[in-house]
């Protein structure tokens, strides 16, 4: 069943944001499930989207090799982030530590959808910046 959860999402993303996506390539453990859905972005940075049976789930940008920044949603009820309104569900903005509330939808299509166009928002924003930083110089 997450094996067809990670089917569907690899294709609405090859169709939705076809415009910030190099390759999706859905990642399989050892036992040959899949494990992951890694997406790489045309800024060099990727994308990892997991799920767990159990409801637990991970939407996470790396961007580490790039910009020394890290983007994720996720619901793992980590007693230090008990004071989010959102807990157990939180984002990791910009780094481990620094954490606020997620408002990602509960709907894994739509979380993943809503997810993505923040990565792109914040790619473009980046990309704006760097140009007035070039125009500067």
């Not at 049976?53 to 230090?80: C, F, L």
Request: hydrophobic share 35%.
């Amino acid at each position: 069943m997450i094996s067809e959860h990670y089917k569907r999402i690899k294709r609405n993303v090859e169709l939705r944001f076809s415009d910030i996506l190099k390759s999706a390539e859905l990642i399989q453990g050892t036992a040959g499930r899949i494990r992951k859905l890694r997406l790489s972005l045309i800024d060099n940075t990727f994308v990892d989207i997991w799920y767990s049976s159990d409801g637990s789930y991970s939407y996470h940008w790396e961007q580490r090799n790039v910009r020394n920044a890290i983007y994720r949603h996720d619901n793992a009820p980590h007693k230090k982030w008990r004071n989010v309104s959102t807990f157990p569900k939180h984002c990791h903005d910009g780094s481990q530590l620094k954490v606020i509330e997620s408002f990602l939808p509960d709907n894994y299509e739509n979380a993943v959808d809503e997810f993505l166009r923040l990565v792109r928002e914040k790619m473009v924003a980046e990309q704006i910046a760097a140009t007035k930083t070039d125009k500067t110089r």
